[in-house]
């Protein structure tokens, strides 16, 4: 079966600090995956989405960068973090075919101080 | 931006009686998907109905689909405490890959 691992759960770093969140899926070959933040009782912004190694659309600009190494691999970077920047970071798969659901890792909590 | 909207942002009713969320969205669509969000954790798949599509169920759940008016219903029956929890919609890009969701609506049920 498919899982979705996504790290750490809660992280805490400094402005001007760089920023690394990995996201990794199993069982699966060729996935859609995205990147998602959400502000604290709000709604889900896409940020980046890939539907192949090294292939990245971005949805908004902003301070982060995304990347695909490898085929279940997905990263969430930044350079210095800003305050802005706080939120809850989610991962997501979808299988690339229509009418297939999103599976959702369980989140990153990053606290910008 | 293409995020669509629900409400009420927030719900509060109590156990046994029905929760109605609504959501509406901005561009043409495939499919329109409910998601369910525990506090701090990552969103669940609840429902899929396809844009040709008027009503679907799924155990005490039932969505409805107005393409014409770009908007959509869920519809949760018979409430539990567990269905505490904040609920989301989410459209499909009709010619790409992109999913947005909605602002979210807070259900609290009360035992």
């Known amino acids: 079966s498919q899982t979705i691992h996504q790290w750490p759960a809660t992280l805490v770093q400094p402005v001007g600090s760089p920023l690394s969140l990995e996201c990794t899926v199993e069982?699966?070959?060729?996935?859609?995956l995205y990147w998602y933040r959400q502000a604290a009782g709000r709604g889900l912004q896409l940020l980046f989405y890939s539907v192949g190694i090294g292939q990245i659309s971005s949805e908004v600009p902003q301070n982060l960068s995304a990347s695909r190494p490898q085929d279940r691999q997905f990263i969430l970077s930044s350079k210095k973090l800003l305050l802005s920047d706080s939120g809850f970071y989610l991962c997501a798969w979808h299988g690339g075919l229509y009418n297939e659901k999103l599976f959702f890792g369980s989140g990153t909590q990053l606290s910008v101080l | 931006s293409q995020q669509g909207e629900e409400d009420p942002q927030a719900l509060s009713i109590q156990e046994g009686e029905n929760a109605t969320m609504n959501c509406s969205y901005k561009t043409s669509i495939n499919n329109l998907q409910w998601y369910r969000q525990n506090s701090g954790r990552g969103l669940v798949h609840l429902i899929l109905?396809?844009?040709?599509?008027r009503e679907k169920h799924s155990g005490r759940l039932r969505v409805t689909l107005d393409t014409s008016k770009k908007s959509s219903s869920l519809l949760i029956t018979a409430s539990r405490a567990a269905d505490t929890a904040s609920y989301f919609c989410a459209t499909d890009a009709i010619a790409g890959n992109q999913f947005y969701f909605g602002t979210g609506t807070s259900l609290t049920v009360i035992p």
């Open positions: 109905i396809r844009s040709n599509e």
């Open positions: 069982g699966t070959s060729n996935p859609n």
